[in-house]
């Protein structure tokens, strides 16, 4: 479980950010995997998790983390391990129950509440103000193009023939 917290931890969030930042993020990331090892999904095989983050949070392995990270590996697993290590064991609770830990990188300056994604109210999943994602060089960038440029990226991702027909 250790090795795994540390994969998600380096998936999802810079190893460059503070240490509390990467604490944060390592008691997320083992709060998750408890939860979703306390109910397996049977669409996984017997697994508890997975590493698709589009279905659960990333992982990488030490693998992609080296590839990744270069010469910087030893320095950022050093950092990750030892934020994973101070948190390792402690889950995030609500009311004596671990809690669904749903997290994301940035918002549009508001959340939204849980009910407002999955259409079923949590009591600590609530809309709130986020008004520090404005301030990420994330939050927002430019994107420009040329007049036939949309219809090349669609067309590259989303297939299509275009029939002309002359009236």
Do not use: N
Not at 43 to 64: E, F, K, N, P
Not at 100 to 128: M, N, R
């Amino acid at each position: 479980m250790f090795e795994y917290v540390v994969g998600a931890v380096a998936a999802e969030i810079p190893p460059t950010y503070h240490s509390q930042a990467l604490r944060a993020q390592a008691a997320v990331c083992y709060t998750y995997a408890v939860k979703k090892r306390s109910s397996p999904d049977p669409t996984l095989g017997g697994a508890d998790i997975t590493d698709d983050s589009a279905v659960h949070q990333g992982y990488l392995d030490a693998a992609a983390r080296k590839e990744k990270w270069g010469d910087k590996y030893e320095t950022y697993e050093k950092k990750i391990e030892e934020a994973v290590k101070d948190v390792f064991g402690k889950t995030i609770t609500y009311d004596g129950e671990i809690i669904t830990a749903a997290f994301h990188a940035i918002s549009c300056g508001q959340t939204f509440s849980a009910e407002e994604v999955w259409g079923k109210d949590v009591p600590y999943l609530k809309s709130v103000t986020s008004a520090g994602d404005k301030l990420s060089p994330d939050y927002s960038s430019t994107l420009t193009l040329t007049a036939d440029a949309p219809i090349v990226l669609v067309g590259r991702e989303f297939p299509i023939t275009l029939s002309l027909i002359h009236i």
